[in-house]
């Protein structure tokens, strides 16, 4: 179907206001002077999703691509594998609920609940793992993924 046909439609037309939205450029926040935005290129296979730019995104949050693809992994229930700087996921992954998987992430793994701030590091202490902020100092304990 065309565009012109999709847009007579109520469906057709949040199917295209859902693509352009998705589209548009995720403002994370500030690490230092540093503007987060992060801007997901996926392509969409027939069983396949692949986010082209993910190394390069997980390296913009300051974190381990295969940190950041463990969690999407463990919260999407779906398998599949990073390869260079591609993430491959395995079925159909929409960029709606990849944005909202990088949100949950960031909330959990990169942003500091004391003080908001984004300059934080993850540190490993015998086998426990902390989000350490380098703003406020404040150390919280992460749950192992
Ligand atoms: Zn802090």
Known sequence: ??????IKTKEGYLRI???VMSRVPQTIGK???RLIVLNPEILHEARRTMI???K????????DPQHLARFIFKESGKPGSLESE????????????FKR??????KEFVKCPIC????TKIVSEKRLRFLVCEICGAKSSLRKI
């Open 86 to 97: 591609r993430l491959i996921i395995q079925g159909k992954f929409t960029n709606e609920e």
């Open 116 to 119: 908001g701030g984004l300059d």
């Open 17 to 19: 206001l859902e693509d």
């Open 101 to 106: 998987l990088i949100e949950l992430y960031v």
């Open 31 to 33: 690490i230092g002077d």
């Open 1 to 6: 179907m065309s565009w012109e046909e999709l």
């Open 52 to 54: 082209m730019n993910f």
């Open 56 to 63: 390069e995104m997980a390296e913009k949050l300051n974190r």
